[in-house]
């Protein structure tokens, strides 16, 4: 094979289509969506490059219309774990020494076939699975998960790129390893781009990978898997398994060789997996990675210079779209009071023409939220507002679960800075706002600080500059991803890197090279030309 130093193409965020009526994307999702929903599929455990079924199964619905059986997937057993950490390991041989540019061509193929003939399919299948409007599949499913890959190979390179000065007398050079063992990935229900970062941005950097996916993105982890295996990824490079979390986890961290955790869940499972990990860390052969990102009570802070107009579509894009399951969502907003009137009347009006239904009607901007145990979660929280004497419902606060899991959009107004819902992450289609008089701009700033454990997403409004300043400095720990006269939510690969801090994670910044550093363990190699044949120095004389 020839040699050289490659050049791979240049890194540019993939183009959002708008499926405007009429137009032949929009066509064609509707019809793959179809054609989806009136099949029954079968998703077997991947492991070791063969399809696995085991008989213990579990169903698939849409969220929206949970009655409605899109398939099942099948669940392993303690044996299938550990045949996957076998074959893995025995994967790594190969794939940890194939040359950079081999696997970056993997991973290039597929972000161009999801930008071609399998995006209808994995936007249909994340509609379907994950309740998401076609914008919220495209923006994610498509276009965030084509631009994960495509901008992982660019950084992978200039990582590799970075080395230390050498002299006349001695050639240094920076190997960047794959890390000695497998990676688990452990990927959430709401963004299929990041059940296709996890295991990718480990495999990409010469890793071995165990995938588990959420129970309720089974369906289109599947379409993430068959990209996987078209372009090219090898037998036991990336295993995909799903089951009992708590018996797949034990398997996987009771392995000397466990190497490092790619976690995207929530706060409370990501410090159990940490505490694991700390009490099995004399059985690894080395110490893991743990990279993970969390939980977030994102908030909305409007200085009394804001542009009212800008801030209530804030409110509703930040807060309601994908009904507010997204970690950067808008949950708790702080308003002041001068603009308090404007803002309300704008929120309320926004919400009231929400159309909300099936994913599958363009016309919807809202669906359902993914399953019965998050459905019912938040009406408990509703229910509680309509009663508290120092909470009110402004908008929303109703909901139903005969067909889909609707919770209706739901804004709620508090005479508490610490009531329940401005302190308790709900990841629903909930936001709680607290009006602060004008003349407290830093006494507020404050209060968003400490309120929450969490230090996930962020914004601020405001146009006066010195305002702008003053918050700038006062939330510096408050948000990971910090935004300035911007809705907290849409952070997009390769211009802002994402991920948080306190309890939000590890902060290891997904969609830049921050991450991949993560899965690398570096190795020194000094190569010097002419070896001295003399223990002493000049100093003995």
Not at 37 to 66: F, Q, R, S, W
Not at 206 to 219: E, R, T
Not at 404 to 421: C, M, N, Q, R, S
Not at 460 to 472: G, P
Request: charged share 25%; net charge negative; glycine share 8%.
């Amino acid at each position: 094979m020839g040699k050289g130093f490659f050049e791979v193409p240049i890194a540019v965020n993939e183009p959002i289509l708008d499926y405007a009526p009429g137009s032949p994307e929009r066509d064609r999702v509707l019809k793959t969506y179809k054609e989806m929903y009136n099949e029954t599929i079968e998703v077997p455990l991947y492991i070791n490059g063969k399809d696995i079924k085991t008989g213990d199964t579990a169903t698939m619905a849409p969220p929206h219309e949970h009655k409605h059986v899109l398939g099942t997937y099948h669940k392993a057993e303690k044996k299938h774990i550990e045949e996957a950490i076998a074959g893995s390991l025995e994967a790594r041989k190969k794939w940890s020494q194939m040359p950079w540019e081999q696997r970056a061509a993997i991973f290039l193929r597929a972000a161009e076939l999801i930008a071609g003939p399998y995006r209808a399919k994995i936007n249909a299948a994340t509609m379907l699975a994950q309740s998401k409007t076609i914008h919220q599949a495209e923006i994610d499913s498509a276009c965030e998960l084509i631009d994960f890959l495509r901008f992982n190979v660019q950084f992978m390179t200039e990582i590799y790129h970075e080395q230390p000065e050498s002299t006349s007398g001695a050639w240094n050079r920076l190997e960047y390893r794959p890390l000695e063992g497998f990676v688990y990935a452990i990927t959430p229900f709401n963004f299929t781009a990041i059940a296709g970062n996890l295991p990718a941005s480990a495999a990409l950097m010469g890793n071995v990978v165990l995938w588990k996916p959420s129970d309720s993105q089974v369906y289109s982890a599947k379409v993430v898997l068959d990209v996987f295996r078209e372009a090219g990824v090898p037998d036991g490079v990336i295993n995909m398994v799903m089951g009992d979390p708590v018996m797949i986890t034990d398997t996987v961290l009771d392995s000397p060789d466990f190497s490092g955790l790619h976690f995207t869940g929530s706060t409370t499972v990501f410090k159990d997996l940490w505490q694991k990990i700390g009490t099995n860390i004399h059985n690894y052969k080395t110490y893991p990675r743990i990279v993970g990102e969390t939980g977030g009570k994102d908030f909305i802070v409007a200085h009394k210079s804001s542009n009212p107009r800008q801030v209530a579509t804030a409110i509703s894009r930040g807060a309601f779209e994908f009904q507010g399951q997204k970690c950067s969502a808008a949950s708790r907003c702080y308003i002041s009071k001068s603009i308090w009137d404007d803002v309300r009347e704008m929120v309320i009006g926004d919400v009231n023409s929400f159309k909300i239904g099936s994913p599958e009607d363009m016309d919807n901007f809202f669906t359902a939220v993914i399953h019965e145990g998050s459905f019912d979660k938040l009406a408990s929280y509703i229910d509680q507002a309509q009663i508290d004497q120092n909470a009110e419902i402004v908008v929303g606060g109703t909901y139903d679960k005969s067909e889909g899991y609707f919770i209706h959009p739901t804004v709620i107004k508090t005479e508490d800075p610490k009531y329940a819902t401005m302190c308790t992450e709900l990841f629903g289609p909930v936001v709680t706002i607290y009006v602060f008089d004008d003349n407290k701009w830093e006494e507020t700033l404050q209060l968003v600080d400490e309120t929450s454990g969490y230090a996930l997403t962020g914004a601020v409004f405001s146009e006066d500059r010195y305002a702008l300043e003053i918050a700038v400095r006062a939330l510096e720990d408050a948000a990971g991803n910090f935004y300035i006269n911007d809705k907290p939510t849409g952070a997009v690969v390769g211009q802002q890197p994402f991920g948080g801090a306190r309890a939000s994670g590890t902060n290891d910044k997904a969609g830049s090279k921050l991450n991949l550093y993560r899965w690398v363990s570096p190795r020194m190699v000094k190569e010097t030309f002419v070896s001295p044949i003399d223990y002493k120095y000049p100093f003995l004389g």
